[in-house]
Nanobody
């Protein structure tokens, strides 16, 4: 499985972006898909997760109510809709796949990582 993240860009504060993470092949039924981000000089942090089967979601407190994670099973793609963006959301965003019984988090074991996509929010 290869993960391809896209959709980043430059946006003003208060704006929105939608990130996509497409899986190249295979079934994702054993996995949960997560989004992480890493700002310059900071550690990678968990943003949101979704179980491929069932679609249950989880969010970091910093993005709750602003970001929405979803998936399109037919397209093997996960999305991150980011609304009301803030300058502190500026980071490189990564998608990753873990087995669904693995707890989400930066120290957990992820089977696949996508290349990052840059999100820059100007004030």
């Amino acid at each position: 499985v290869q993960l391809q993240a896209s959709g980043g860009g430059l946006v003003q504060a208060g704006g929105y972006l939608r990130l996509s993470c497409a899986a190249s092949a295979g079934t994702l039924s054993s996995y949960a898909m997560d989004w992480f981000r890493q700002a310059p000089g900071k550690e990678r942090e968990f943003v949101a997760s979704i179980n491929w089967i069932g679609g249950s979601t989880n969010y970091a407190d910093s993005v709750k109510g602003r970001f929405t994670i979803s998936r399109d099973i037919a397209k093997n793609t996960v999305y991150l809709q980011m609304n009301s963006l803030k300058p502190e959301d500026t980071a490189v965003y990564y998608c990753a796949a873990r087995y669904r019984w693995v707890i989400a988090g930066p120290r957990s074991k992820y089977e696949y990582w996508g290349h990052g996509t840059q999100v820059t929010v100007s004030s």
